[in-house]
Structures are given as C-alpha cells and as structure tokens.
C-alpha cells in the first residue's frame, strides 16, 4: 500500500464515537411466546432478551436465530436503542456488508496484512481500525477475513444512547411448526367426545416455558406449506396444561393453550374437550347438479356445546365392553351450538339417485330443476337427510328445507320399510 489514508476530522469524531461491544455472555433470555397456525405450517416466535449494551454500537450474537431466514426477524427495541441492522454469515449480501464491527484480516496485493476493525465502506473504500485509521481500495485486497462472532453465524447491530440494561423484543418465523386438531368419539347409549390439540415440531428449534397461542383459521401467506398425516399418542405432560376456550378475533379464533416446552423434533398432545352428549342416528345422501346413482351413508349428528376448530375424528362404536375403530372422518369448523354430523359408513338398504330435470342458461346466470329418489329396501323405518351441493338460491321444493346454505341446502325425509320418497326443487345461480 502506498499510502496510509488519514479520516477526514467529521469522520473520526463519529468513528471513535462508535464503541462496538460484542455481548458474549451478557444476553439473558426473558419471556417467549409462539403463535401457531392450524391453516399452515409455521410458528411465529415472540422472545425478549435482557442484553448489557455499552454507549454506542453494539453486535450482539443471536444464536437461537441460526439457520432461520434473517429477512423475516424484527426487532423490537426499547427507548434508547435503535437497530443498525441484522446479518448473517451465510447472507447473500457481500462479505463487506456483513461483516461490519468485526475484527478483520485484509491482505493486499503488495502482500502487506491490516488487522483491525471494519466500520464499513466510505467512497468506495474499506474503513479499518487498526494501529492507525486506513482507506483500502477494494482492487487492491487479495483476501478479507473476518473473525468469528461468539461462535454465532446470525448477530444483531444495536445503538444505544447510554450503557446499560435493556429488554429487546425478537419476533421470527420458524417454518414447519404447526398445531392440528384430533377428536375420539366413541358411540353407545350416547356419544362421547374427546378432542385433543396436537403440536408437531419437527425443527430443532426449542421454546422453554413459551407461552402458546393457537390461531384456527385460514391465514393466506404468498406459499402453501406442505402438511403430514401422523397417528399421535397423549403426552405424558398433558395434564399440565389446558385450553382455554377461543376468543374470536376477526375471521379466527384464538385459543390460550398457556406456558408449555415445545420440544425439537417432537410432537405434543394435549386434551382439549371432553363432551357426552345425546346423539341421533341419521342416514345422509349427498348429491351434486349431475345425473348419477350415489350411495346413502349411515350418519349421527349431536349438538356440540364448545367450539371444535376442524379436524379429524375417528369414530369407535362401543361393543361388548370393547371399543372398535369403525371409521376416520373429517369435520369443518363448528361454532358453539352447531351441529356436527358424522358420516360412519355406507347403508346398503337405502339407495339415492340424483336426476338433472332441466338446466336453463344465459348471460350471468344458470337455473337448475333437480329431483332426487330414496328408497328404502330395508325392514327399519328410517331418516334420510338430503345434503344437495349448490351454489345460488333456493326458488322452490316440493318438500320444505332444513337447512341452506351458500354452498348446500338439505332435506329431510322419513322412509318406511319399502318405501320410496322424491323431493323436487329449483334454484339459480347467478355470476
């Protein structure tokens, strides 16, 4: 190098201003809490950090955040702190960028080493504090080496007015944590019902004593995150927690599970609701706008008193003291005081057909004339609900509705034993 560069005076004044403290040990986990998602695999993570920072600027390891896109970090200062930025080593940003406040080694082309701290570029040239204060052409540098941070491949640059102790918030994604529901219902006299929370972990991210929010719902995010099917059993620290029941905020609902360890690679059951309730027995055809024969599916439907967030359910019916699995069944979300209907298997007696008996279409909108025939070929006298797949409104039906929706309108008809019975009705969907 030719010549050592001297800093121009407003520029030494603001480098010996800035103190650069690498924190070490001096970062103290405060609280954590999570948020997880039944719509999508992902828990945001909410942690506060007690840190020790020094007047000035500070880098301060953060090692939980290893691995994690840096891109989705906030941080969250307190009064008196300011955020100079968040890098990683594996960042794609250059070397130069992110490595600013770390020791550096910078060999250049006439084979002379500067060791010393990096402040960054100014005009164009790297800013090194060493035995004096240089200006190093970039075109000149064979190799630029910067020493490790604590270890710690993700750090944090902070600013702080004065020396002393603060509480700083990180907030963070962890991609692949998410929570599901699974019910248990078992049919005798009547129906019980168990439900559970299941969280699955399969990252090696741990959250002691976290505090766990659940959010059921549909979150749209810019990317689908692939789901798995898993068989669970109850953990062993399940009675050490509860769920609280859902609060409702906008298009979700919120359940409090309350301070938990969400384990790395691990997957957790909690109990959620426990119901016994009178149940009845229904028989369901469902139907679509086409011509077809489709089968007629034994059903129970009970009124539920708590909120069940979606989920799978497997159904036991109760035998000789024994309880036999007799079926896997999905349910949507069901607000308190809904009723929940659950297919258990196919009727071989009753037998349903579906006949498109006109369709009319012009501009905007489509009119539909459906008759739909049961008939009962068994010795039971038996109550078949008519769940037609629809979109538009109800104009007319020979039998009166039960039940309509946006999606769906359904009917009700009691059959006898070698009994046939039709329901016609008309509708039209506009667009």
Same mark, same amino acid.
């Given at each position: 190098m030719e010549k050592k560069w001297v800093l121009a005076a407003g520029a030494v004044v603001i480098l010996l201003l800035a103190v650069f403290s690498f924190q070490n040990e001096q970062a103290v986990d405060g609280g954590t809490a999570v948020v997880l998602y039944n719509s999508m695999s992902m828990g945001v993570v909410e942690k506060t950090l007690t840190l020790e920072l020094n007047e000035g600027i500070n880098n301060v390891p953060l090692k939980k955040l290893e691995g994690l896109n840096v891109g989705e970090v906030t941080i969250m200062p307190p009064e008196g702190v300011e955020v100079l930025g968040i890098f990683s080593r594996d960042t794609t940003e250059d070397a130069y960028s992110a490595n600013v406040g770390r020791d550096v080694e910078v060999k250049l082309d006439t084979g002379e080493t500067i060791e010393g701290k990096f402040y960054g570029l100014k005009d164009g040239k790297l800013v090194v504090e060493g035995e004096d204060y240089y200006l190093i052409d970039p075109a000149k540098v064979v190799y630029f080496k910067a020493s490790s941070l604590d *270890?710690?491949? #993700?750090?944090?640059?902070?600013?702080?007015?004065? =020396?002393? *102790?603060?509480? $700083?918030?990180l907030i963070y994604r962890v991609e692949g944590m998410n929570w599901k529901s699974r019910y248990k219902l078992y049919m005798g006299e009547t129906a019980k019902l168990q439900g559970y929370v299941v969280i699955t972990n399969p990252t090696a991210v741990e959250l002691e004593s976290a505090d766990v929010l659940l959010v059921a719902g549909d979150v749209q995010l810019y990317y689908a995150l692939p789901g798995t099917r898993e068989v669970y059993s109850l953990s062993e620290k399940a009675s050490q927690v509860t769920v609280s029941e859902p609060q409702k905020l906008g298009a979700f609902y #919120?359940?409090?599970?309350? =301070?938990?360890?969400?384990?790395?690679?691990? =997957?957790?059951? +909690?109990?959620? $609701?426990?119901? *016994? $309730?009178?149940?009845?027995?229904?028989?369901?055809?469902?139907?679509?706008?086409?011509?077809? *024969?489709?089968? #007629? +599916?034994?059903?129970?439907?009970?009124?539920?008193?708590?909120v069940l967030p979606a989920g799978i359910v497997e159904v036991y019916r109760e035998s000789e003291g024994r309880a036999l699995l007799i079926g896997e069944r999905s349910i949507e979300h069901t607000p308190k005081g809904d009723v929940v209907r659950i297919s258990i298997g196919r009727d071989y007696d009753l037998k349903g057909r579906t006949t498109v008996l006109d369709v009319q279409r012009s501009d905007h909108r489509t009119y539909y004339k459906i008759k739909i025939e049961i008939e009962n070929f068994g010795n039971e006298t038996k109550t078949v609900i008519i769940r037609h797949h629809k979109t538009g409104k109800l104009l007319s039906s020979s039998v009166e509705p039960i039940n309509e929706t946006a999606s769906y309108v359904e009917f009700n008809l009691l059959l006898n034993s070698g009994e046939k019975k039709e329901v016609v009705f008309e509708y039209e969907a506009e667009y």
């Open positions: *270890e710690s491949s #993700v750090y944090a640059t902070l600013r702080a007015e004065e =020396t002393g *102790e603060y509480n $700083v918030t #919120v359940y409090t599970l309350g =301070t938990a360890n969400i384990n790395p690679s691990s =997957t957790m059951v +909690y109990p959620y $609701v426990s119901m *016994e $309730v009178p149940f009845q027995r229904e028989y369901l055809y469902e139907s679509w706008p086409t011509d077809g *024969e489709s089968p #007629v +599916y034994e059903s129970i439907s009970f009124k539920t008193d708590k």
